[in-house]
């Protein structure tokens, strides 16, 4: 399970793969909140929070949970869009936040929603510098690279193409 680290240094999201027991809690809760429904509301969000897990890696992220209807969600780094972290008055008083992310896709509600992370501000600034540096792998190596003999060679010509057309004169053909 989670421990929380108090700081982003020592903050490692590879170690989370399952929710913390609070997110449990925190259904029951806002299951009784629900009234004479409380099991029809507290049924599916049980079964979510025992099959709930996921995985960070260097490319992205993954989240999958249910048992007769499997949904499972991959999100790579690159896709994210924007990262927001939500709390209701009994997720701060149990120490819960939602970690809410957006892509470029067309719906209007975040793509993924991260429950049950007591470090939930640490996480948001993790996924904020992978997204980051994500972006920063899209520059093709060859911006990077040295000047070739063959750039070195055209841009020779365009500079003799340009004093041509310089020196000459308009209306008169040069040989």
Known sequence: MNSSSGNSAGFDPRSITRPEPVLLTYYVWMSILAGPLFPFAFLPLFFKYKTLEYRFDETG????????????????????????????????????????????????????SIEGILESEELRDHLYSQMRG??????????????????????????????????????????
């Open 61 to 112: 992220i993954s989240m999958k949970w249910g048992i007769l209807f499997r949904k499972e969600i991959n999100l790579t780094y690159r896709r994210i869009q924007d990262i927001h972290l939500t709390r209701n008055i009994i997720q701060r008083w149990m120490g819960l936040a939602t970690v809410a992310i957006q892509t470029a896709s067309g719906s209007s509600g975040p793509e993924m």
């Open 134 to 175: 994500a972006r920063g792998e899209t520059v093709p190596d060859e911006l990077n690279e040295k000047p070739t003999q063959q750039t070195d060679r055209a841009l020779e010509l365009l500079g003799e193409i340009r004093d041509l057309l310089k020196s000459s004169t308009p209306g008169e053909p040069k040989p």
